[in-house]
C-alpha cells in the first residue's frame, strides 16, 4: 500500500480543493513527514485521513469536548458556536454544503481511489463512500458496508495511528512512566501482544483442562460457560443502554444551554428594540411638548385661570354683587357707619359719666351696641358670610372685569385645548419613563 496522493476540499482549516502530493518514495524513503506552525492544518489533515478510513470513531466524537461526547450528527455538522463541525468555516459562508477527502494509492500494480463525502443538508447530512481501482475491486452493486469492509482489509481502523502518527504524542509519551509508555505505545500501535499472548495462553490452558474432565463435567461447564457469554452479553447490552442514555442526557443538556442562551439573546435584543421604541416615542414628545410650551408661556395670558374656569368666575361675580348690592343703598351705608363709629363715639369721647364706667363694662355695651346696629341693616347676615372683604369701589371694578371672562367663551376654550394638550403629552411622556424603569428593574432582578 503506497500512496501518491490526498485531496482534502472544503474540510476543517483547508478551504477548497487542496491536494497533498505523496509521490517521490522509493525503499529508502517510506516515511512522509509533514511539518509547519501551530493552526496551520496538521491535525486538520490527520483527522481528515482519519474519517476517510475509519469515519467518525468514538476517540474523535470524545476528543472535541472533555468529560462530554459528541454524537456523529454533531461532530459532522456542529453545535453552534462549540463545535463548527467538519466543513470549513469560510466554504459554509459562502454557501457551500459539501466537503470530502480522497486518498489514491497503489496495491501492487493497481491503483486505488477512495473519496468519502458529506453533503449537508438543513438539519441532516448524507455520506457517501466511494470505491474505484481500476474495475477489479467494486462494480457498483456492492452495498456501503462491503466498501467499509474493504477499507477496514486494507487499513484496519485500529493500525491508522501507526500509518498516521501525530508528533504530538511524543510530549505525553516522554512525561509518562514505564507503565504508562507502554500503555501509550500499545494505544498507539493498537499490538498488545503481552496480553495476547496471555489470554492465548489461559484459552489453551483451559482447553486441556476442559478435555481432561469426565462427560458430565464437561457438559456443565459447558452450560456455565454459555451462561456466562450470555450474562457477559447482556451485561455488555446493558452498559451500552446506560452509555447511549448518558450521552441523550448530555446532548439534551446541550440543547437546553442553546436554549436558554438564545432565549437570553432574544430577551435582550427584544428589550433593547422596545427600549430604542419608547426612546423614539420619547424624543417625539419632546419635540411636540416643547414648542407647546413655548407657546403657553408666550401667548397664554396670565389669567388664563380664569378663562379655563368659568364655574370659578361664576362663583366670584356672586359673591362680588352680594358685597356692591349690601353696599348700594345710602341707608345701609349710614347704619354701616354708625356700626363703625357710634360705639367708639358714645363710651370713648368726652364727657364721661361719674363714676366712671368699668373698661370691662364699656367693652360689653360697645359691644352690644353694634349688634344692635348692624341687625337693623338688611341682607348683612349674608354678606358677612361671603368670601369678599374689600371696599366696595374695588368690588365694582373687579365684578366688570369678571363679568368680561364670563363672555370670553372662544378664548377660554383656545387656552383650555393648549393647557389640556400639554397636560396630555406631559402624562405620555411620564408613563414611557416609568415603563422604561420598571422593565430595567426586573431585568436587573433577572440578571
Known amino acids: 500500500m503506497v500512496f501518491d496522493e490526498i485531496i482534502i476540499e472544503n474540510m476543517f482549516s483547508y478551504y477548497g480543493k487542496q491536494v497533498i502530493d505523496l509521490r517521490g518514495h522509493g525503499p ?4 512522509t513527514i509533514i511539518f509547519g506552525r501551530n493552526g496551520y492544518g496538521k491535525t486538520s489533515f490527520l483527522n481528515c485521513v482519519k474519517l ?15 468529560g462530554s461526547k459528541l454524537n456523529k450528527k454533531e461532530y459532522i455538522m456542529g453545535i453552534t458556536d462549540v463545535w463548527m463541525g467538519i ?5 459554509l459562508k459562502n454557501g457551500e454544503r459539501i466537503c470530502s477527502v480522497q486518498a489514491s494509492w497503489r496495491e501492487g500494480e493497481k491503483n486505488v481511489d477512495v473519496k468519502r463525502e458529506w453533503t449537508l443538508d438543513g438539519e441532516s447530512f ?13 462494480d457498483g452493486t456492492e452495498s456501503n458496508d462491503e466498501r467499509e469492509a474493504f477499507l477496514d482489509r486494507i487499513l484496519p481502523r485500529a493500525f491508522l495511528p501507526f500509518f498516521f502518527f501525530d508528533g504530538e504524542q511524543i510530549q505525553v509519551l516522554a512525561e509518562s512512566n514505564r507503565s504508562q509508555i507502554m500503555q501509550q505505545i500499545e494505544r498507539l500501535l493498537n499490538i498488545k501482544h503481552i496480553d495476547t499472548l496471555t489470554e492465548y495462553i489461559g484459552k489453551a490452558i483451559n482447553s486441556w483442562k476442559k478435555n481432561a474432565m469426565d462427560e458430565k463435567a464437561r457438559v ?16 455488555k447490552e446493558i452498559i451500552q443502554k446506560l452509555n447511549d442514555l448518558a450521552q441523550d442526557i448530555d446532548i439534551l443538556n446541550r440543547r437546553a444551554k442553546d436554549k436558554e442562551r ?30 407647546l410650551r413655548d407657546k403657553i408661556s408666550e401667548e397664554l395670558p396670565v389669567d388664563s385661570f380664569l378663562l379655563t374656569n368659568k364655574n370659578l368666575v361664576i362663583k366670584a361675580i356672586s359673591e362680588l354683587k352680594k358685597v356692591v348690592s349690601v353696599a348700594g343703598d345710602e341707608k345701609i351705608a349710614l347704619l354701616n357707619d354708625l356700626s363703625a363709629e357710634l360705639p367708639g363715639e358714645l363710651f370713648d369721647s368726652p364727657p364721661s359719666p361719674e363714676p366712671p364706667i368699668e373698661e370691662l363694662q364699656k367693652a360689653f355695651y360697645k359691644g352690644k351696641l353694634q349688634k344692635l346696629v348692624e341687625g337693623k341693616i338688611p341682607y348683612f347676615a349674608e354678606a358677612k358670610k361671603g368670601l369678599f372683604r374689600i371696599e366696595t369701589n374695588r368690588a365694582a371694578e373687579l ?11 372662544i378664548l377660554a376654550s383656545q387656552s383650555s385645548n393648549e393647557l389640556k394638550q400639554a397636560s396630555a403629552k406631559k402624562r405620555r411622556l411620564k408613563d414611557i419613563l416609568i415603563r422604561a424603569l420598571v422593565r430595567r428593574h426586573n431585568l436587573s432582578r433577572i440578571s
Do not use: C, H
Open 28 to 31: 529508502q524513503k517510506n516515511i
Open 52 to 66: 476517510l478510513f475509519g469515519g467518525v470513531s468514538e476517540e474523535m466524537r470524545s476528543s472535541v469536548m472533555r
Open 87 to 91: 466543513i470549513n468555516r469560510q466554504a
Open 126 to 138: 448524507q455520506e457517501k463512500l466511494i470505491v474505484k481501482g481500476d474495475g477489479v475491486f467494486f
Open 220 to 235: 456443565d461447564l459447558t452450560t456455565l460457560e454459555n451462561d456466562k457469554k450470555k450474562y457477559e452479553a447482556e451485561e
Open 262 to 291: 438564545w432565549m437570553e439573546s432574544t430577551r435582550v435584543f427584544n428589550n433593547q428594540k422596545e427600549e430604542q421604541i419608547w426612546q423614539r416615542e420619547s424624543d417625539i414628545i419632546k419635540d411636540e411638548l416643547d414648542p
Open 399 to 409: 365684578l366688570k372685569q369678571f363679568e368680561f371672562y364670563e363672555q370670553s367663551d
